[in-house]
């Protein structure tokens, strides 16, 4: 959200599939044989379900996840001519893709701003008492009318790889955070600093 290697709309749309209960890495193994075994909508949608489970097996749950690419490569295909369609309305439509992938859809792939709320999004936001909900649509709402539309998609990123990296969900790392001054939440504060 996104450290997934992707070319296109539509390679993005299937590594963000593929990455449920996986890390990026994991999947950034296995896209470029499955993209180079299946270029387009039209490919993997007339895939061979049995080879597509053996390119994808690395990423965990891949009989489930090779339905559901198949599935979305198939919409695509039968819906929209087999293009990545560009609004959140119609990148609903299209199974294994909720309102957090379509807003990374929207970022990454039409740089058309979006504010992906996935868990680390979730926990920072909380953290940070931007907000007071784990309801990811509210959380959506109300973070997008705090800052300009320009800032949603990096914003969103920039949280994902701090949840990531430093503000860790069991052990956030505030002595190490650039936030620590001023986060409501931190733990400890540098020297010479005042813990909330
Ligand atoms: S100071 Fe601590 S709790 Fe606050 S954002 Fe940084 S790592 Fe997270």
Known sequence: MTELVNENPFQLVIATILSAQTTDKMVNLVTPKLFARYPTPFD??????????????????????????????????????????????????????????????????????????????IRLTNRLKLVSTRDPEKIERQVISMVPKEEWTGLSLRLILHGRRVCLARRPRCEECVLNDFCPSSTTRPKGGKKN
Do not use: C, Q, Y
Request: glycine fraction near 12%; charged fraction near 25%; avoid cysteine.
């Open 44 to 121: 993997l949608a007339a895939a061979d379900p049995a080879e597509v489970e053996a390119i994808i097996k690395p990423t965990g749950f891949f009989r489930a996840k090779t339905k559901r690419i198949i599935a979305a490569s198939r919409t695509l295909v039968e819906l929209f001519g087999g293009e990545v369609p560009g609004t959140m309305e119609d990148l609903l439509k299209i199974p294994g893709i909720g309102r957090k992938t379509a807003n990374v859809i929207l970022g990454v792939g039409f740089n058309e701003p979006g504010f992906a709320v996935d868990t680390h999004v």
